[in-house]
């Protein structure tokens, strides 16, 4: 039946009225609109946006000489350099999908990645030369293009590749002629998930989901035009939250960083004048514990977003005590990595700063391009009362949710049920509407039949003072059934003992939720920073294992 609603008859979309968003117009736009601003400081070398656009597009042709075009992917094993920030615009100007690789992965597991992609060519920096070597020994396909990076930076390494990157772009053409992607459902970008457990997941961003994130920082932060941001998270992690996108549009400077080193990000944040980072709790509390030193000489107001893992209240005290703006995010990699944000009130600054680092510490509401956020019960799909007590699963809907799981259909659908994404995260909603995670649902510890959240106890620890970094596992109890177990990472020239710890806790905690155990030692991290609680609790499968 024909519709009568005027509203739907010649009013169709066409080539005037409808474009395809993708992030590459934010590129094209600050090259045309403020060519001679810079885009990227990395060491000495230094970028205009006129420059970058210009080695995006030869990157871009260099890539469709070589046959690659819509639908072939191409991976990047880079750290945060230009050529990592190149191939966010160059590749998706041919339609193809770029599968940045994290660096601290095993060989084994950058061959699966490899393959279940089917990179078309692989981009890799020197420094990970040993793993990509053997990586490339491993997998099953054909072999990609290798294109290497010889970065003056990079720690020593081999060359591995048919060309190297400089001379891969050379060959490209300046003036590539790209066109927008037929559909802004099109893929852009494919990320794989830790693969705690079994292999890793392929998420799969869209064109529109990654335009509306970049936009969404923006206005989420309230970035000023022309930031100063500071590479401390690694590109490969979400494509940087989808930031090579925002400071597109922001027509900033990025400043790339390869590691992560407090006293450099201190000395960067004052040569260049930094207005803006990102990282990992366990990134900030680096900073507050950094030498007093390193930390003088900052006159100027910086702003960090803190994501990755709930962040203690401690971490979020000390970095307002070191004059930092901070904002916590959250999101996860099927959510183009921030998608709530714990949007401030001024009246919060009237606050003693534990509680004003307590209201700041949730995961907030939706982003401002994201449709939904709720905490609804996994099996009624109901939404849990607003009274900061009952436990439920935060679930997403909207622009800033995955595609879906490349070539796995069944865990597409599992991850979709009921119209919402599920995050696998346990969480409250406040009377505010303020969402705050108690803990990931294969965290939590059930001890004598209570639910000990792993998160309330890291807290805790947080505030002793010779703690830097913590994580709770349960530990196998023979009258408990589980117990929690600490471990914990101290910060230079502390020497706390066992029961010193646990008698901080019992001063903080209910009994049964203090730990029965403190294990000393540095933590296993993510390349962000997150602590590895899978190999901790793998450890926790035999309480033999820490004695």
């Known amino acids: 039946m024909e519709s009568t609603n005027p509203y739907q008859i010649g009013l169709d979309k066409n080539a005037a009225n409808y474009v395809a968003l993708t992030p590459i117009t934010f590129l094209e736009r600050s090259a045309f609109v403020y060519p001679k601003r810079l885009s990227v400081i990395h060491g000495d070398t230094k970028y205009t946006w006129q420059e970058t656009f210009t080695r995006c ?54 061959a699966f990645m490899l393959d279940h992609g089917a990179a078309k060519v692989l ?89 509306l994130n970049a936009v969404s920082n923006i206005v989420s932060w309230g970035m ?46 004052r040569d260049h004048g930094v207005t803006h980072f990102c990282g990992a709790p366990i990134v900030h509390g680096m900073l507050i ?27 979020i005290e000390g970095m307002e005590r070191l004059g930092f703006n901070l904002t ?11 998608a709530s944000v714990c949007a401030k009130h001024p009246e919060w600054e009237r606050l003693p700063i534990e509680m004003r680092a307590e209201r700041n510490g949730r995961q907030g509401v939706r982003y401002h391009m994201q449709e939904g956020i709720t905490v609804l019960d996994p099996q009624t799909m109901q939404p849990v009362p607003w009274d900061g007590e009952t436990m439920g699963e935060i679930m997403f809907r909207g ?18 049920q009921g119209g919402w994404f599920h995050t696998g995260d346990l969480a409250v909603v406040h009377s505010d509407g303020y969402v705050k995670i108690k803990d990931r649902s294969k965290d939590v510890i059930i001890s004598g039949g209570e639910n000990i959240s792993s998160l309330e106890v890291e807290e805790a620890l947080y505030r002793h003072p010779a703690v830097i970094a913590a994580a709770v596992v349960a530990m196998p109890d023979v009258k408990w059934g589980e117990v929690p177990c600490a471990f914990v990472e101290l910060k230079d020239g502390a020497n706390p003992t066992e029961q010193e710890v646990i008698e901080h806790c019992r001063a903080h905690l209910a009994r049964y939720k203090v730990p029965k155990k403190i294990v000393f030692g540095a933590l296993p991290k993510t390349s962000t920073g997150k602590i590895q609680k899978f190999v901790l609790r793998q450890q926790m499968k035999s309480a033999a294992a820490i004695e």
Not at 226 to 252: K, R
Request: net charge negative.
């Open 224 to 269: 000023p035009q022309h930031s100063v941001y500071l590479w401390t998270l690694p590109m490969f992690h979400c494509n940087g939250w989808c930031f090579p996108w925002t400071m597109a549009a922001n027509t900033g400077v990025n400043v790339c960083l390869r590691r992560v080193d407090p006293v450099l990000i201190f000395s960067m944040i």
């Open 57 to 110: 597009r030869r990157l871009a042709s260099a890539l469709a000489k070589r046959g690659v075009g819509e639908g072939d992917t191409v991976a990047l094993m880079l750290a945060n350099t230009p050529p990592m920030f190149e191939a966010h615009f160059g590749v998706p100007m041919v339609g193809a999908v770029m599968n940045t690789l994290n660096t601290r992965l095993d060989p084994e597991a950058i």
């Open 123 to 211: 981009i890799t920096d020197r420094e990970f030369s040993g793993i990509v070597e053997k990586a490339l020994t491993l997998i099953k396909g054909p072999r990609p293009l290798v294109v290497d990076v010889d970065d003056p930076l990079a720690p020593p390494g081999k060359l591995l590749g048919e060309i190297e990157y400089e001379k891969f772009i050379a060959d490209g053409d300046p003036e590539y002629v790209w066109q927008n992607p037929s559909d802004e459902w099109n893929a852009i970008a494919l990320n794989y998930t830790s693969g705690t457990t079994g292999d890793p997941k392929g998420v799969v961003y869209h064109h529109r989901g990654a335009y």
């Open 399 to 416: 622009n800033l949710v995955m595609k879906g799981y490349l070539k796995n259909p069944k865990a597409t659908a599992e991850s979709f």
């Open 328 to 338: 916590h995010v959250y999101g996860l990699t099927e959510t183009y990595g921030p």
């Open 289 to 315: 514990n950094a030498p007093e030193e390193a930390r003088a000489g900052i006159k100027h107001q910086v702003s960090a977003l803190i994501a990755g893992a709930a962040p203690p209240a401690a971490i």
